[in-house]
């Protein structure tokens, strides 16, 4: 498997991922796409949003904001409670999750792991980031920037079936930034401080929830192999009952087999109608369905399913790296799934002379793909540079091409080469992408 150093300095190299503040010494926990992963984490959001929205007819979208009423992490429990155990060494003050340093429960006190020096006692360290509203700084100005996507959907959970003409059992997803000051951010994106989720809650009848849950856990499974990872490498995790959040009563995660070991990507939880209780018990406001077949008003029950974009892009990078010998030489090659593919295809003029045609055919392909046009350097140099961001088909077109009206099309894959006529380039394409 590919060890992740290789990968990092191939997401720079290449425009995937570049370490955010990069001129100033970066900032630790955070990072950002480039031109080629920011391609790629569209893909992932526009196949989870495709798969979860627009092909259900009982599931439906918004996008909150980021800043929320202070009470709304109040109520979710996140102010008592979202911490992690921090512990910090007294003679190197470094700073770690007490879970790290397994030392700590050998020792009373616990020894720093990079230098011996005696660790403090565990503290509760609260993973939010805090911010001010207005021109005032004071406790009645302050704020967070959401830790996860989720409580949105319950604090809007009336609006939207009010004005959504949905009937439960139905759904409310959307995709967007969350932010968890991470004591020890790490292993690249997979744990970062900034970062996208895509949630979705399912509001069903309590009777039927784990029903639900079992349907879930089976679709979000089916998402993740929908997008070419390898089978192998993905797992369903049930949880523990010991593990369970108190109001859970069934959570399963969806692991990816990562360099560092198996991974969380997802999970999927039965979380009743804790949440939907919590803000109705906060904020006074009722916020129960109302049955006008059974004449009943319950709270509904809730199926949750969270799932980390940056996460997800990263088990589809690893599972995509694949090397291989082709002569005497080593190609790399990122083997996309070319639904998800950052280009779907690239057009190469093989001589300067011959940019006019190409970029039209170019142009023309626009239309229809994500495409790029590529004439720098050799016709070897462009082929290594889009198998390394994972481009499935690239186009050549030659001299031969001004009489035949025809061209070179590679498979990424196979590496054989096509020759099309140019009207047709179009249909041949789509039909690989089907
Ligand atoms: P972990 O135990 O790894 O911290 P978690 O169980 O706290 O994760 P959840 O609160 O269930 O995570 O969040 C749902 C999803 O959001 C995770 O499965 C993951 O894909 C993503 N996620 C959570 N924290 C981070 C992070 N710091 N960086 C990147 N993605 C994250």
Request: aromatic residues 12%; glycine residues 6%.
């Amino acid at each position: 498997m590919i060890d992740m150093e290789k990968l990092v300095s191939l997401c720079k190299r290449r425009g995937f991922i570049f370490q955010n503040s990069e001129i100033y010494g970066g900032i630790n926990g955070f990072w950002d796409y480039g031109p080629i992963g920011a391609e790629l984490k569209r893909r992932i959001r526009d196949s989870w949003w495709k798969n979860m929205v627009q092909e259900r007819e009982n599931v439906v979208g918004i996008d909150t904001a980021i800043i929320a009423h202070p009470q709304t992490w109040v109520a979710s429990g996140h102010v008592a409670s979202f911490s992690d155990p921090m512990v910090d060494c007294k003679k190197c003050k470094k700073r770690y999750r007490a879970d790290d340093v397994p030392e700590s429960k050998k020792h009373p006190k616990g020894k720093c792991p990079e230098c011996g020096g005696e660790l403090t006692e565990a503290r509760a360290f609260n993973l939010m980031f805090q911010t001010h509203v207005g021109a005032t700084s004071d406790s009645a100005s302050l704020a967070y920037l959401r830790p996860e996507t989720c409580q949105s959907i319950f604090t809007q959970f009336k609006n939207v079936y009010t004005v959504s003409r949905q009937k439960i059992p139905f759904g409310i997803a959307q995709i967007g930034k969350a932010f968890r000051n991470e004591i020890t951010p790490r292993n690249f994106i997979f744990r970062s401080r900034e970062f996208e989720q895509m949630e979705m809650e399912f509001f069903c009848r309590e009777k039927e929830s784990e029903k639900w849950f079992e349907f879930w856990v089976n679709e979000r499974q089916n998402w993740f192999y929908g997008l070419g990872i390898s089978k192998d490498r993905l797992r369903l995790r049930p949880h523990r009952k010991d593990e369970l959040a108190h109001y859970a009563s069934s959570c399963t995660d969806v692991e990816f087999e990562m360099p560092f070991g198996w991974s969380e990507m997802e999970g999927i939880a039965n979380r009743g109608n804790y949440d939907l209780t919590q803000h109705v018990k906060v904020s006074g406001k009722d916020l129960s369905w109302f049955d006008e077949a059974a004449k009943e008003r319950f709270l509904p029950s809730v199926i949750e399913t969270s799932v980390g974009v940056d996460r997800t892009l990263l088990a589809v990078l690893v599972d995509a790296y694949h090397e291989e010998q082709v002569k005497d030489e080593t190609r790399v090659v990122m083997r996309f799934a070319p639904s998800i593919a950052p280009y779907q295809v690239a057009v190469f003029p093989l001589s300067d002379k011959l940019e006019e045609p190409s970029h039209k055919l170019e142009r023309d392909l626009r239309k229809h793909f994500v495409s790029d046009f590529d004439d720098v350097s050799s016709i070897g140099k462009r082929y290594r540079r889009h198998d390394e961001i994972g481009t499935p088909f690239c186009v050549t077109y030659d001299f031969q091409s001004e009489e035949d009206h025809a061209v070179t099309i590679r498979d990424r894959d196979t590496m054989k080469q096509d020759r099309v006529a140019v009207d047709k380039v179009t249909e041949y394409l789509k039909e690989k992408f089907v």
